[in-house]
């Protein structure tokens, strides 16, 4: 075997190696033999994170010592739903200055769900030269003063993505720090922002960036200024408008209509916010190129939506609210043939009845329709197990299906029962199912379904299900490729964790909230594996000054390499291995 | 003459009243099957004993007081924050306007306008109306509505039909009462329960 290593030079396997980028393939070559192992590590450009805390930027760092492109997650997706509290951690600062030293050439930084300061801004503007792109996802922690800083330095960006971050505006004149001879922008995307930018500052930099292909606009953009954007920037292939609403004037109709019809590239299109449904037309033109269309901020009704779905013969993906209704999904079914995802979101949450007519026959209607559907999220208020069992026969190419009926215990409506065989039904015919989200009335059942046939899920999203252990028991022992398992308000206790604690060394992370795992359990469960973080969150204060059956309120488990962290907030303890290192 | 109304707000909605839940699952039984623990924080008692009565927090802890589905609950449903702060418009809320109907009485030379935003409920309002006109109101029943009055409240209703004043709930009459009338009693007979 020392022989084979020999028979090729380094730059021949580097060189083979250049056409190698996934994660999981460079994985396996790493482990073929030492010299490979090198041989890789040296020429391996992007590393993703799935989460920060599972290994130290040093050792990341010491592996692989030529990055060009990092991306890395931070807090557990609960988060999104405040169920993760303030402070709880995801700060990126000592990744940021670990490789501000190491990473001289770094030029791509994706970060989702952390926190990150001004400081770290300036520092990433200041240390690496060649920075072409920075991708904020649902982060927060810094301010429109961070961003002056990356536009005032980084001469070669090309990608400027805040998210959906939360950042804190104190001004709008961050745009103009892009010095008048910087011209590389290729996508922006300041959608997040809640104040105004400074237009004339946003009209300059649009104009004189010749490739910019996606520009998503902040709701302050006024629609009577879309126009001059868009002839600014004809080749757009992807628009985020602003507010859609201006008082019905002919000449602004038409000055956006003219716009609209001039981009002949485009294929996405977003915002959509306080639409006037007089100047959905002026988008007609381009209908029929659209591949992606985002109207889940749009308010405007059925009638409207059918008038414009029904345009958009080339649609991939759909974001909408439910004010589409049934009447707008069957329209989009019969319309939309080469629909992939589909996303329709509530436009009254919180209210107790009804408000429009959106129903399981929507989502049965597209699974007919659209032989391409692959990815679901669907809110709605009413669901059945023959529902289901239809729209998992039709379409056993599903990959994502996420389904949030509204009121937890939902049963199916026609027949009162859980809908355990409907979710069964999913996870049997959809043999490639990567992600999933139950919510309705739901026993022990479904967990022992999706144990036994969902083998491919990777992330599982439960609320308000289940009766006993046994459930979380079938997920644990039967998903062979569950990474992420997040779960609230179910009553699963020690037995199913403590028994498949080696799982959880399988798995990137488990969340359990206000479910009914005692403080004892987590204890041991930190003491029995020492490549795990056991991280109870709980603000009532220290668990430990309560009987060790007490059930704590948040759980968070993750495999790590590099132990317990040091950056945790006061309600947060980590049940370690050695009780000296457990702070209370 | 007491002009007492002798009915409440919300008539007959529990009878009406569409529930999802499990044939023979009575609602506070529902209440139980879910987790007790609601999302007020319990004051940070360090010295909290834990067992089948302290621990407020166990899931199973039988009927302790069980949070009404109605609270919001956190984080549900799993909404972003952005997408919940982004869906609203920016205008202000159109119940802050006021539901102004216009109010007539046969034999008053003219009409008035009041704010059915202000009252609480069919008490209230019909009491207003006794002090506006200077007249009374029976009692109201079911069966026979306002029977043995001299006047009878009325309202022209979303469809254009002369209804009864309490009949339906209130909510419902506050979002499809396009004007009041008072009329003679005399002339009421007809407009009663028996629709």
Known sequence: MPRMGYSFPEEVLEHVFSFIQSDEDRNAISEVCRSWHDIERWSRRRVFVGNCYAISPTMVIRRFP???????????????????????????APWISAMASAYPWLEEIRLKRMVITDESLELISKSFKNFKVLVLSSCEGFSTDGLAAIAANCRNLRE?????????DLSGHWLSRFPDNYTSMVSLNIACLGWEVSFSALERLVGRCPNLRTLRLNRAVPLDKLANLLCRAPQLVELGTGAYSSELRPDVFSNLSGAFSGCKELKSLSGFWDVVPGYLPAVYPICSKLKSLNLSYATIQSPELIKLVSQCQNLQRLWVLDYIEDAGLDALAASCKDLRELRVFPSDPFGQEPNVPLT????????????????????????????????????????????????????????????????????????????????????DRVFEYIGTHAKKLEMLSVAFAGESDLGLHHILSGCDNLRKLEIRDCPFGDKALLANAAKLETMRSLWMSSCSVSFGACKLLGQKMPGLNVEVIDERGPPDLRPESCPIDKLYVYRTVSGPRFDMPGFVWTMAENPALRLS | MESKVAYENDLNLKATELRLGLPGTDYSEEQALFSARNNKRPLPDTNEKCGSKGCTDAPHAGNETAPSTKTQIVGWPPIRSYRKNNLQPKKTEPEAAGIYVKVSMDGAPYLRKIDLRIYKGYPELLQALENMFKFTIGEYS?????????????????????MLVGDVPWDMFMSSCKRLRIMKGSEARGLGCGI
């Open chain 1, 66 to 92: 030529e990055v060009r492109s990092v991306k890395l997650k931070g807090k557990p997706h609960f988060a999104d739903f405040n169920l993760v509290p303030e402070g709880w951690g995801g700060y990126v």
């Open chain 1, 160 to 168: 400027l993505d805040l998210g959906e971050s939360e950042v804190e």
């Open chain 1, 360 to 443: 399981e026959q929507g989502l049965v209607s597209v699974s007919e329709g659209c032989p391409k559907l692959q990815s679901v999220l669907y809110f709605c208020r009413q669901m059945s197990n023959a529902a289901l069992m239809t729209i998992a026969r039709n379409r056993p190419n599903m990959t994502r299906f996420r389904l949030c009926i509204i009121e937890p215990h939902t049963p199916d409506y026609l027949t009162l029962q859980p809908l355990d065989v409907g979710f069964g039904a999913i996870v049997e015919h959809c043999k490639d199912l990567r992600r999933l989200s139950l919510s309705g009335l739901l026993t």
């Open chain 2, 142 to 162: 079911e069966r026979e509505g306002y029977k043995g009055s001299e006047y009878v409240p009325t309202y022209e209703d979303k469809d254009g039909d002369w």
